[in-house]
């Protein structure tokens, strides 16, 4: 089992159209098989900053050898290039998952 971490940096002003995009991409995801959960949270002490963390069935190995080319994910990157002014991604592994 595999979690993900990604803390988006935002343009300033751009995030309405940024979750717009993001939202539709974890619509995609959910359709993966080896998908499990998401959630994008915001900081309520940061107006521009993001929180996108997710849980997969499966390695890191599997998740970077899968999950980077999907044609889906292709175009959400090039739709939202210039609303992220940082991203920070981790791999983290669950010790302990409550459904």
């Given amino acids: 089992m595999l979690s ?3 803390r988006f940096k935002l343009v300033p002003n751009t995030k309405p159209q940024f979750v717009s995009h993001l939202a539709e991409l974890m619509k995609k995801m959910a359709k993966e098989p080896a998908f499990m959960s998401a959630a994008l949270s ?3 002490d940061a107006a521009d900053e993001l929180v ?10 599997e998740w970077l050898s899968e999950q980077p080319q999907k044609p889906y994910r292709t ?20 010790i302990v998952l409550q459904p």
């Fill in 52 to 61: 996108l963390f997710e849980v997969w069935n499966g390695s890191q190995e």
């Fill in 75 to 94: 175009v959400y990157n090039e739709a939202t290039k210039d609303f992220i002014a940082d991203k920070e991604v981790r791999f983290l592994r669950p």
């Fill in 42 to 44: 915001e900081n309520p």
């Fill in 4 to 6: 993900l971490y990604v």
